[in-house]
């Protein structure tokens, strides 16, 4: 009973593997069922149609990302954290889950299960950012301004940061623009000017 009960699992692992290693196009049935070890009847058993396998691969890797993204700003006090933010985009990027977000984003415009998943993981991850941020400004001997905005912004920042590691660019450089971003936001907090 007990390998019954971990066939989705595995299976949906299998399939944000394919998701992080080849990106939404590379995505079927068949190449899931490979990955998981299963058949594709199987797959089929349990989601029905690739559509539903999509949405729960995008799912579990946007929770992942955002679990990683949040457990570092989470794990340590001001730089600590910040060093382990780093560390976690970093990895994201090396492992493909960056990528696969873009992709699920850009599929989010035509296919609206898959876009609701993003606009609720990118929800989540403000609203943890929103309840991070104060904390973590007051660690680095600063006041968030308009919480609200910055959580948007770090967001948006980590998104893209992750991109361009995720496409190539030299680690050394993008950790030298994460530092000044971070420092620029921090002496926003000091002097009590919007970022």
């Known amino acids: 009973m007990k390998r019954s009960l971990e066939t989705p699992d595995s299976i949906i692992r299998a399939a944000v593997r394919c998701l992080s290693s080849n990106g939404v196009g590379a995505l079927t049935v068949g190449t899931v069922a490979r990955r998981a070890g299963v058949s594709s009847a199987l797959v089929h058993y349990h989601f029905a149609t690739k559509q539903r396998l999509l949405a ?8 992942r990302r955002t ?16 060093d382990r933010l780093w560390q976690a985009t970093q990895q994201s990027a090396a492992d493909g889950a960056e990528r696969a977000t873009l992709d699920l984003v850009a599929l989010a415009g035509e296919n609206a299960d898959v876009g609701r998943l993003v606009a609720h993981g990118r929800q989540r991850e403000r609203t943890a950012l ?28 980590l998104d893209g940061i992750g991109l361009t590691l995720a496409a190539g660019a030299d680690a050394a450089v993008v950790r030298s623009a994460f530092d000044a971003f971070w420092l620029a936001l921090i002496a926003a907090g000091q002097s009590g000017r919007r970022p």
């Open 67 to 82: 679990a990683e993204r949040l457990g570092a700003l989470g794990s340590g006090a001001g730089l600590v954290a910040l």
């Open 130 to 157: 929103r309840e991070r941020l104060p904390a973590l400004f007051a660690e680095l001997g600063a006041m968030p301004v308009a919480v609200d905005e910055t959580a948007e912004v770090v967001a948006t920042f």
């Open 56 to 63: 729960a691969a995008a799912e579990r890797l946007l929770e």
